[in-house]
């Protein structure tokens, strides 16, 4: 594999800022905890916000493979407060989670058992058998996560693409002007160029874009020219078509300006008024959209210096998941193979296959152990059941665990290795919502660093209704805009259930205990679709 390097500080401690700061005062004279529940029922928001990844912590030396930094102060979540994996749900949460189903235990997801992608973490009895899932106590929370998939890779190199290639790509140099833009005087109207006041002698050639200007413009004097042509030496001013009038006169055309006279430079576009040979117009790390080709082609480049898309595999697990057809007699269609491409490539990758793989371990060894991507994505198969085997197929390779389950609902049982080959990989849980939550905890972080693509600005947005919370895990939960800029909790939002995401604008981060209507909480834009993420 090829050594990487991480993205601009800068960058990193802008948004770090943006974020905290906003947090912070959100949160001010609350505390995280003072409102929620413990469960998911109820409506379930989900919020739109400034990237799939919103947070910014990074490991300080960016040069090294260090283990994960899991400081909880370089997390704006953790700097706001919402950084409280372990902590239990205060009383009143408690209260408001008997309330919403008085059946429940406020510690445990409702309607989930043990078993494939199990969100379930309580202790086992003592007479169960060993193969259920156990509590993992080395579970992160979801800011610790982040902060861990960002850290576990490095920047790909650079590399040269023609404009044409380059789009979705980041910049790995600044973009710098190549000659001054425009790099001459040009008339910003169709019209006439004139000379000194009028009015004026109109000469009988004329000057269209991508015309050589000639010879100077005698003062008094005026010659027909369109939009985008070079102005001639001496011309002082452009009389647009429609302000100007012409008479015909036996010694030549005379034309008068019909709405006053205009003032030096009117209509005329500088050389130079955009910028100056040799200013830098894009940082590092821009990624390359239509409009950046654009500014690139004006200012005289063929080529980008880009970084590397990482290249990226998906393997779909699952014996019970069918690729066409009507789910039937405990069979369903695979929902995660048609959405996580171009959901990947909308993140930077390169997806080079999304390929189904048996439940079988040798299956999957062969599978994990021949491919060559930057990173392998695997759907299902996380967590503890009788056909759960990414664990010890990992263990076998000699995989490095560097997140192996994350206090998020849904989405508990994902993990992050690296693998011996020098990749990562990352589990996702075999649920839909669940999988669609280890993409933002895990894989869209990491694809950034990779990518070399900078972090998202963070926001934060108000809640229109009460959420129920985790008593310790943070909840993600789909949410759509209002007219007020706030948002609004969405149905539909089960680990199983992608209806809610659907309509979804985002994600709302919803701390452990949950939160009411009027709190601010941040949000994370899913980021598909779209050349920026």
Not at 434 to 449: F, M
Request: proline residues 10%; aromatic residues 2%.
């Amino acid at each position: 594999m090829t050594g990487r390097t991480t993205g601009p500080a800068d960058q990193e401690a802008a948004a770090l800022s943006a974020m905290g700061e906003a947090l912070l005062l959100a949160n001010e004279g609350r505390t995280a905890h003072a409102y929620a529940t413990g469960g998911s029922a109820g409506p379930g928001p989900v919020g739109l916000g400034g990237g799939a990844d919103g947070g910014t912590g990074r490991s300080g030396d960016r040069n090294a493979r260090p283990g994960p930094d899991l400081t909880p102060s370089l997390d704006p979540l953790a700097i706001a407060g919402l950084d409280t994996g372990s902590a239990k749900a205060p009383e009143p949460a408690r209260e408001l989670a008997r309330e919403a189903d008085p059946g429940r235990d406020p510690g445990r997801e409702p309607g989930r058992d043990p078993g494939r992608d199990s969100e379930s973490r309580r202790e086992p009895a003592p007479d169960e058998p060993a193969s259920r899932p156990r509590t993992r106590h080395h579970d992160l929370t979801w800011p610790e996560a982040r902060r861990a998939a960002r850290a576990a890779g490095r920047r790909l190199p650079a590399v040269s693409r023609p404009l044409a290639g380059a789009l979705g790509h980041a910049l790995a140099a600044p973009l710098t002007a190549l000659t001054d833009l425009p790099s001459f005087d040009t008339s910003a109207m169709d019209g006439w160029a004139v000379a000194g006041p009028g009015p004026w002698m109109l000469e009988t050639r004329q000057l269209l874009a991508g015309q050589r200007p000639g010879v100077a413009l005698l003062d008094g004097h005026a010659i027909a020219i369109a939009t985008g042509a070079a102005l001639p030496p001496g011309a002082t001013a452009i009389i647009r078509h429609e302000h100007g009038r012409t008479e015909r006169r036996t010694d030549g055309g005379l034309l008068h300006a019909t709405h006053g006279a205009p003032t030096p430079g009117q209509d005329v576009r500088p050389r130079a008024q955009e910028c100056r040979g040799g200013e830098e117009l894009l940082s590092p790390g821009v990624v390359v959209t239509p409009a950046v080709l654009g500014l690139a082609a004006a200012a005289g480049y063929d080529e980008l210096r880009v970084i590397t898309r990482p290249r990226v595999e998906v393997l779909v697990l699952g014996d019970e998941l069918l690729d066409h057809g009507l789910p039937h007699a405990g069979f369903v269609r695979d929902a995660l193979g048609p959405m996580l491409a171009p959901w990947l490539e909308a993140l930077g990758a390169e997806v080079t296959g999304t390929r189904r793989v048996v439940d079988e371990v040798d299956a999957l060894m062969s599978a994990i152990g021949e491919s060559t991507a930057d990173l392998l994505i695997t759907t299902g198969g996380t967590a503890a059941g009788p056909v759960d085997h990414v664990h010890p197929v990992l263990h076998t390779l000699g995989a490095k665990l560097l997140v192996d389950g994350v206090a998020v609902r849904p989405g508990h049982p994902m993990l992050l290795a690296e693998l011996p080959g020098g990749g990562h990989l990352v589990g996702l849980p075999g649920n839909p919502l669940a999988a669609v939550s280890g993409v933002i905890t895990l894989v869209a972080p990491l694809l950034r660093t990779l990518a070399g693509r900078p972090v998202p600005a963070p926001y934060t947005a108000e809640l229109t209704a009460d959420v129920p919370g985790h008593p310790t895990d943070t909840r993600l939960v789909p949410v759509v805009f209002d007219d007020e800029s706030a948002v609004v909790p969405l149905h539909f939002h089960g680990p199983a259930m992608l209806r809610g995401l659907a309509t979804a604008d985002g994600l709302a981060v919803i701390p452990p205990g949950g939160a009411a209507a009027g709190q601010e909480t941040a949000v994370l834009d899913l980021a598909w679709g779209t050349a920026g993420c």
